[in-house]
T-cell receptor, first 112, second 110 residues
């Protein structure tokens, strides 16, 4: 049972490049989340998806887009990367009947 | 005002003592609260959840919730060096939204 899988684990981009961070869960969870974590800032919610077919903005959505492709997959896209988006990105999922989240291992992104 | 506030620390506690971590929140509607532990370079892992006023104990950990005063705390008894980590407070806000505080860095000194 893999849980929540994020790819890639590491990525270096140049300013203005685009990329998609992938997240997949095999626990049949309804809700999925994308967070970013900067030093001393804790986890800040970028976007979330309460269920398949729905997405909502979190605390810091600017510069990002998301797609809930199906129940398993929730991707995060940076259309034009900026140095301010250098961060560690975590994907999480949550079953519908409980409010406990399960996290992936994270993607460490550097934008030069 | 941030929805979830934590003292960033670092909080330094001698081995064997009680570590006390605090968190305040602004959303009175929140019903579910969580404490996550995060080791450096790792993803957060859930250690406690609490939904009702009062105390909830699990081994060396006790979570305390006071909805009237809008705070939640975590006590770690008999602190061990392996407890050194960042502790994140989180709450279930509404419509599946879960918000985290900025975390408190805890250091257990031998």
């Amino acid at each position: 049972n893999a849980g929540v899988t994020q790819t890639p684990k590491f990525q270096v981009l140049k300013t203005g490049q685009s990329m998609t961070l992938q997240c997949a869960q095999d626990m049949n969870h309804n809700s999925m989340y994308w967070y970013r974590q900067d030093p001393g800032m804790g986890l800040r919610l970028i976007y979330y998806s309460a269920s398949e077919g729905t997405t909502d903005k979190g605390e810091v959505p600017n510069g990002y887009n998301v797609s809930r492709l199906n129940k398993r997959e929730f991707s995060l896209r940076l259309e034009s990367a900026a140095p301010s988006q250098t961060s560690v990105y975590f994907c999480a999922s949550r079953p519908g009947q409980k409010n406990i989240q399960y996290f992936g291992a994270g993607t460490r992104l550097s934008v030069l | 005002q941030k929805e979830v506030e934590q003292n960033s620390g670092p909080l330094s506690v001698p081995e064997g003592a009680i570590a006390s971590l605090n968190c305040t929140y602004s959303d009175r509607v929140s019903q579910s609260f969580f404490w996550y532990r995060q080791y450096s370079g790792k993803s957060p892992e859930l250690i406690m959840s609490i939904y009702s006023n009062g105390d909830k104990e699990d081994g060396r950990f006790t979570a305390q919730l006071n909805k009237a005063s809008q705070y939640v705390s975590l006590l770690i008894r008999d602190s061990q060096p392996s407890d050194s980590a960042t502790y994140l407070c989180a709450l279930y806000s509404s419509a599946s939204k879960i918000i985290f505080g900025s975390g408190t860095r805890l250091s257990i000194r031998p």
